[in-house]
């Protein structure tokens, strides 16, 4: 079971995420080595390139997220176990986009279409009024 925490930088998830796995003194991770390659993982993988090439202005820091993104896949694919995830696919995707002024809509559009398979069971959405988040 997948359960992702989304909200502003400085909610708390994180925090949160810590409380309720603290008294189990380990951390779930998938490790790198157990990624499975399949047509979702590759499709997914195409698209959020696409969007990070194609979002004005061009960064390299961009192209990193997105591949950091590609690789988090993972997480979603380990479902025998419970995780709990502070920064899930919706926070990267969101930081993703953050800093760009122009994007394609149709490709954000392949990129969510392709993302359905990984998507988790369940959204912990953190409410935090924005001065106290930032």
């Known amino acids: 079971m997948i359960i992702e925490c989304v909200g502003l930088p400085g909610a708390g998830k994180t925090t949160i995420c810590c409380l309720v ?3 189990h ?6 490790p790198v080595s157990a ?24 960064s390299f820091d961009r192209l ?16 025998e176990q419970t995780i709990l995830l502070d920064q899930g696919l919706v926070q990267k995707l969101w930081s993703l986009l953050l800093d760009a002024s122009h994007y394609s809509a149709a490709r954000l559009d392949n990129v969510l279409k392709s993302l359905q398979p990984f998507a988790p069971d369940h959204l912990l959405w953190i409410v935090t009024p924005v001065h106290v988040a930032a």
């Not at 990193?64 to 694919?77: A, D, E, I, P, W």
Request: charged letters at 20%; a positive charge.
């Open 64 to 79: 990193k997220r997105g591949f950091n993104l590609v690789v988090f896949l993972r997480h979603y694919r380990a479902r």
């Open 35 to 58: 990624s499975k390659i399949d047509t979702a993982s590759l499709r997914a993988a195409w698209h959020i390139v696409l969007l990070s090439l194609s979002a004005r202005p061009i």
């Open 25 to 30: 003194s380990k951390k779930g991770a998938v």
């Open 21 to 23: 796995t603290a008294p």
